[in-house]
C-alpha cells in the first residue's frame, strides 16, 4: 500500500471523521487554524462558543443524542486553561470528549514563553491520557488516543498538536481504528452470581452512568421485568426503566428525603445487582450503604477502585450479554411489596405544595411539555429537587452534571441537545447564578438558531450553599445576588424573555416559548429560602 502525503491536519480530520465526529467546538486561535481546515475539509462543522467550557459541554449535548464522538478544540496558553473544567467534568462524568490544543513547536518553546506552558502536565491527573502528536505517527497516535476515549468506562483525552505536525506534510499509511474490546467473567465467578440471584427472595438493581453509556436501557428493562427485580438509579441513570414502571424507584444521589426511603429498602435487600453503577454521582451517604450479609453483584465496564462500598462478585464486559448469562427461574420477589411502599412514599416526599415555588415550577413544566421533552439541570439546589420530580421514560431525557456538579453547564448541554435533536422540544433549567456565570453562549444559542427553552430560577442567592451554612450554624457570607434583569438580558443577546411569579403565567409562557423560532429564557421568581424541606 503506498502512503498518500497529506498535512497532519487533514489525517487528524480524516481519523475523528471515521470514528464519528460530526462537529467540534471552541474558539479560534492562531495555532489551531490548520486544525481546523483540516476538520472542515473532513466534512466536521466548526461551531463558534463563547467560552471553551461552554464548548465542551455543546459537544456533550450533542453526543447524548446523537452519538457523534464529542470534540473541543482550544489554542495553547489561555484557550487550553479555560477548558480544565470541562475537562474535568468529562472525567468524573464519563465523556469520551477528544480534546485538541495548538501548541508551538519543541524547537520553539525552548526560546519563546509566551502563552506557552505545559499542557500535557496540567491535563494529565484530568485525563485518561494526553498525547502529543509527532510527524510520521500522526494517524497511530489518533487511533490510541480515540480508542482510550471510548474502551471501557469513557473519558476524555487530550492530544497536543504542535503547529508545524498540523501544517506540515506526512506520508503516513493509514490506521484502522482498534476494535473495542470486553472481558468475560468465567463460569465459576458467572455461577456463583447466577445462584445468588436465583435464590434471592428479596433482590434489588442499581444502575448508573456505564449502563447509560452502555446503551443498557432495553436489556435492564426486559432482565427487571422478567425476573421482578425493584431498580434504583442515579441522576444520570434516570430512564434506564421507564420511570412510570412500577418496579422503578427513580433517580437517587443527592437528596435526603429520597435517601430516607431507598437506604433502609436497600438494607432489607439480600441480594444487591449494580449495573453500570458508579458512586461518584452519590452523596456521602452512600458509603458502605450494605451489610457483609447481602450478597453484591457488580457489573462493570473495568474494575473499580473507588472504596465507597465492598463486592463479592465483578463481572466486567458488556452489560446486555453479562444480563443474558444471569437470567434465572425467579423466587417469589418481595412477598410483602416493599418496594411498591418505597414507590409510594417517594411520591409523596416530592409532591410539595400546591403554592407557587419550585415544586410549583417543576410540575407545571412537565405538565405543559411533551413527553419527548430533554431537560438538562444546572448544579444547585434547583437541581436535585428537579431530578426527583421530573420522570424519564428513556435514557439521557435528563442531562446534568452529576459526577463533577459543575455550575453553567445546562444552557450549552442543552444547545448541544438541540443541534443534534432539532426536532424534539428541550428545557433547560438554571439557578439564577448559574445562568449568569455562563450566559455569554446565550450568543452561541442565537447564531447557530437553537430556540432552547431556559427556565431560570429567580431567588438571589446560591441556595444550596446558603442552606448548608444555615444547617451549620454559620453566618450567610458570599451567597446572595443582586437583581438581574433577565428578561432584558434574553432580548439583549437576541431571544425572547419573560418574567413569571405563577403557575398560570409559566403555563402560557411554555406554550408560547414552543413556537419561537429563537431561544427564550422564563424568569420564574420564587423568592428567597424557597427550597427549604423540598429535598
Known amino acids: 500500500m503506498t502512503a498518500i502525503p497529506r498535512t497532519g491536519a487533514s489525517i487528524i480530520g480524516t481519523q475523528l471523521a471515521r470514528a464519528g465526529a460530526t462537529h467540534a ?17 473532513a466534512g466536521i462543522r466548526f461551531v463558534l462558543v463563547r467560552h471553551e467550557n461552554a464548548g465542551g459541554f455543546f459537544a456533550e449535548g450533542l453526543w447524548h443524542v446523537t452519538g457523534a464522538l464529542p470534540v473541543l478544540i482550544a489554542t495553547l496558553g489561555p484557550g487550553m486553561a479555560n477548558a480544565v473544567n470541562v475537562v474535568a467534568n468529562a472525567m468524573q462524568d464519563r465523556v469520551p470528549l477528544i480534546f485538541l490544543t495548538g501548541c508551538v513547536d519543541a524547537d520553539i518553546a525552548e526560546h519563546y514563553t509566551h502563552q506557552v506552558f505545559d ?5 494529565r491527573p484530568l485525563v485518561k491520557g494526553t498525547f502529543r502528536l509527532e510527524k510520521g505517527r500522526i494517524g497511530k497516535t489518533m487511533a490510541e488516543a480515540l480508542h482510550l476515549a471510548q474502551q471501557g468506562q469513557k473519558g476524555p483525552v487530550h492530544i497536543d498538536v504542535p503547529i508545524g505536525v498540523a501544517e506540515g506534510w506526512s506520508e503516513e499509511l493509514e490506521t484502522p481504528a482498534s476494535a473495542l474490546c470486553t472481558e468475560f467473567p468465567n463460569e465459576e465467578i458467572m455461577g456463583m452470581a447466577r445462584q445468588h440471584l436465583a435464590t434471592a427472595e428479596r433482590p434489588i438493581a442499581i444502575a448508573g452512568v456505564d ?20 431498580l434504583v438509579t442515579t441522576y444520570k441513570g434516570k430512564g434506564l426503566l421507564d420511570e412510570t414502571d412500577p418496579l422503578c424507584l427513580g433517580g437517587a444521589g443527592l437528596s435526603p428525603l429520597a435517601d430516607g426511603v431507598l437506604l433502609p429498602l436497600i438494607a432489607k435487600a439480600d441480594v444487591i445487582l449494580l449495573i453500570g453503577y458508579d458512586p461518584i454521582e452519590m452523596r456521602i451517604g452512600w458509603r458502605a450503604p450494605w451489610t457483609n450479609q447481602q450478597a453484591v453483584i457488580e457489573i462493570t465496564p473495568q474494575l473499580r477502585n473507588h472504596g465507597m462500598h465492598r463486592v463479592d462478585h465483578v463481572l466486567i464486559g458488556d452489560t446486555a450479554s453479562l444480563l443474558k448469562e444471569l437470567s434465572h427461574d425467579p423466587l417469589a420477589r418481595w412477598p410483602k411489596r416493599e418496594f411498591a411502599t418505597a414507590r409510594e412514599s417517594l411520591g409523596h416526599a416530592f409532591q410539595g405544595p400546591e403554592r407557587w415555588g419550585p415544586h410549583a415550577v417543576f410540575r407545571t413544566l412537565r405538565q405543559e411539555l411533551p413527553a419527548e421533552t430533554i431537560a438538562t439541570a444546572d448544579s444547585g439546589a434547583h437541581r436535585i429537587l428537579f431530578s426527583q420530580m421530573w420522570t424519564s ?14 455550575m453553567a453547564c445546562a444552557m450549552p448541554l442543552a444547545g448541544g441537545a438541540k443541534l443534534g435533536r432539532p426536532a424534539a422540544p428541550v428545557l433547560c433549567v438554571v439557578g439564577d447564578a448559574g445562568l449568569e456565570m455562563g450566559a455569554g453562549d446565550l450568543a452561541t444559542l442565537r447564531d447557530m438558531k437553537l430556540p432552547v427553552i431556559i427556565c431560570v430560577l429567580v431567588d438571589q442567592s446560591l441556595a444550596l450553599i446558603e442552606m448548608k451554612q444555615r444547617a451549620s450554624q454559620r453566618p450567610g457570607l458570599g451567597v446572595t445576588t443582586g437583581q438581574t434583569d433577565f428578561s432584558g438580558l434574553a432580548h439583549a443577546f437576541g431571544g425572547a424573555g419573560e418574567s413569571v411569579t405563577n403557575q398560570a403565567e409559566l403555563a402560557a409562557a411554555v406554550r408560547t416559548a414552543l413556537t419561537r423560532d429563537t431561544f427564550t429564557v422564563i424568569a420564574a421568581v420564587i423568592g428567597e429560602r424557597a427550597y427549604d424541606g423540598a429535598f
Open 25 to 41: 467546538f471552541g474558539i479560534p486561535g492562531g495555532e489551531v487554524l490548520a486544525l481546523m481546515q483540516g476538520m472542515d475539509d
Open 119 to 123: 499542557h500535557q502536565a496540567v491535563l
Open 211 to 230: 449502563a447509560v453509556n452502555d446503551g443498557a436501557g432495553p436489556a435492564i428493562t426486559a432482565f427487571c421485568q422478567a425476573h421482578g427485580l425493584p
Open 393 to 406: 421514560t428513556r435514557p439521557r431525557q435528563i442531562l446534568q452534571s452529576s459526577g463533577l456538579c459543575t
